[in-house]
């Protein structure tokens, strides 16, 4: 990765090779911390981060959900990322923002109510999360064998470190396969995410997203929705089956990294002409226009750096 000049942990700057933490800090051990993934963009007014009051919002929500107390209020963490843009002086498109709060050094054992809470923010220039081609041609996406934990043994709808182990599983497993991405399905065999955006397809002009019954509410998935409305198109929200998915005209993942990938093969089966459709150009377009500046519409997401 691209390493930025500085890191704002707990209220302070600090260089980038100077952010540290002990070897026996809780989150290490036993993976309770919540993170968010937020993006700046350089329009022609300057950098400008895309919906910050909404990610910084969900990582408080994701804290409560795992019983972590930030020390910091939304306002004083969107601040915080809004002056670490400033003084990293960063030249490039785009600027990857990770908010992350994880119990630090103190205490040992299952139990992590007496643990420090540590509160960071770091950012760095970061370029295409699936590859320049993949946004444009598609990428090639697998149904993984490991499913997503039921709402019964895991807590899908916070942004929790540890729900990231699952994740990692189901992405190497596609690698290891010769796909890109992973899709996972829920414990009913239902589609459920991939290992880090929203799942998307097409059918017959209307744009069908899963319901977020045990998966992240999805902060890009939302803004899909609004762009989608913006042209007409249908939205339905409900249960995707992998027979659903192998028949779809088009697809495509969302996320704050992902952005707008189109999806061009799903487990060796041609989605609709092998290529990005129509209805994923469109919406893919309009999101950069907006993140970009281009677009009056949706200019209320942005919050400029000045």
């Known amino acids: 990765m691209d390493a930025a000049k500085y890191i704002w942990m707990n209220g302070e700057f600090v260089n980038w090779d100077d952010a540290k933490v002990h070897v026996l800090s809780h989150t290490l051990h036993y993976g309770n911390g919540v993170i968010e993934g937020t993006k700046a963009y350089k329009t022609k007014k300057g950098y400008a ?77 970061w370029g295409a999360y699936l590859g320049e081609e993949g946004m444009q041609k598609g990428i090639k996406l697998k149904i993984s064998s490991i499913a997503r934990p039921s709402n019964t043994s895991n807590m899908g709808k916070a942004k929790a470190t540890a729900n990231y182990l699952n994740s990692q599983m189901a992405k190497y497993e ?23 955006a929203s799942f998307f397809m097409v059918k017959d002009g209307e744009l069908i997203t899963p319901p977020n019954d045990n998966s992240l509410v999805s902060i890009t998935q939302k803004t899909v929705i ?62 950069f226009d907006i993140v970009f500046g281009r677009c009056e519409t949706f200019e209320h997401y942005l919050t400029y750096i000045d």
Not at 100 to 118: R, T
Not at 226 to 248: G, H, L, M, P
């Open 49 to 125: 981060i895309f919906r910050l009051n909404e990610h910084t919002a969900r990582l408080k929500e994701s804290a409560k959900m795992t019983l972590i107390d930030i020390p910091y209020s939304v306002e004083e963490m969107n601040q915080a990322q809004i002056d670490l843009i400033k003084k990293n002086e960063f030249t490039g498109d785009n600027v990857y923002l990770r908010p992350f709060a994880f119990l630090g050094y103190g205490v040992m054992g299952v139990y992590h109510k007496d643990a420090p809470v540590e509160t960071v923010m770091s950012a760095w220039e």
């Open 174 to 196: 596609a690698i290891d396969c010769g796909y890109d991405e992973a899709l996972l399905l829920d414990d009913q065999g239902y589609v459920a995410e991939a290992s880090g």
């Open 226 to 287: 609004e762009i989608a409305e913006f042209f007409d198109i249908k939205v339905v929200r409900k249960r995707i089956s992998r027979e659903d998915v192998y028949t779809a005209d088009e697809a495509f993942l969302t996320g704050t990294a992902a952005e707008i990938t189109p999806v061009r093969n799903i487990d060796a089966r041609v989605i609709g002409c092998g290529n990005r459709g129509p209805i994923t150009e469109k919406i893919q377009t309009m999101y």
